[in-house]
């Protein structure tokens, strides 16, 4: 709820406790201009954002890159872009995402 009246959408929420991925909290960030959700989980001693907006263009192709050795998984569903980006190696960024793309 803390997301009602800052964003123009309704951001879905979702904590991994279980599977070692807990939701720290939210916040809202501003991407191209646009706001945009951004959610903070936390792994091991480890901080992953996840940047959430309507996907109002072109979808944005799945797949993962490394930028200044920050590991980044982006992918488009249910009408929204997310963008995950963390210090997680690959291979546990990639489980995170799997778990987000999972209904």
């Given amino acids: 709820p803390w997301f009602t ?14 599977e070692g991925f807990p939701l720290q909290g939210g916040r809202l960030e501003y991407l191209d201009g646009r706001a945009v ?3 903070v989980y936390r792994h091991d001693a480890h901080m992953l954002d996840l940047y959430v907006w309507p996907d109002n263009s072109a979808k944005l192709p799945a797949g993962a890159l490394t930028k200044l050795g920050f ?7 249910d009408g929204l872009s997310f963008t995950a980006v963390s210090d ?5 960024l990639a ?9």
């Fill in 5 to 18: 009246g800052k964003l123009d959408f309704a951001p879905p929420v979702k904590d991994f406790v279980a």
């Fill in 37 to 39: 959700a951004a959610l």
């Fill in 71 to 77: 590991n980044i998984r982006q992918w488009s569903q």
């Fill in 88 to 92: 997680l190696n690959a291979a546990e």
């Fill in 95 to 103: 489980s995170f995402a799997t778990l987000w793309q999972t209904p």
